[in-house]
């Protein structure tokens, strides 16, 4: 799996390739358990990281879509952007995605969730 996601990083390569990388890195989140995921698939998380903005830069977002970049943040112990990426959140939080990505990373989600008061969850 890790070989055929580096693929695409040359063919396509560009813009397609960092998209269809970070794509094969959502798919992989029900495949490992959360604090293995980066370790087992073998996938980059800056690479991940560069689809996820490249991807919200080009096609905008919906709240699941931050939902899933602030668990696979967590899953890559990167909380300078699980910090950045709540701020986007809208008003609802899966606590499923995010919520697990959050406890389990030692990210704290009663911060988080102060941050954005008024927020919605669900329980997955």
Request: glycine share 12%.
């Given at each position: 799996m890790k070989e055929y996601a580096d693929s695409?990083?040359?063919?396509?390569?560009g813009?397609?390739?960092q998209v269809a990388y970070l794509?094969?890195?959502?798919q992989q989140f029900n495949a490992y358990a959360f604090v293995e995921l980066f370790k087992k698939?073998?996938?980059n998380w800056p690479d991940v990281k560069a689809g996820f903005e490249l991807r919200e830069r080009v096609y905008g977002f919906s709240n699941e879509d931050w939902n899933i970049y602030l668990y696979l943040a967590c899953a890559a112990d990167d909380?300078?952007?699980a910090k950045e990426v709540v701020q986007h959140f809208g008003?609802?939080?899966?606590l499923h995605l995010a919520g697990e990505a959050?406890?389990?990373s030692g990210y704290c989600l009663g911060p988080v969730l102060s941050l954005r008061r008024g927020m919605t969850h669900d329980s997955g």
């Open positions: 695409l990083l040359r063919e396509p390569g813009d397609l390739g794509l094969v890195a959502v698939s073998g996938l909380h300078a952007t008003e609802w939080i899966s959050l406890v389990r």
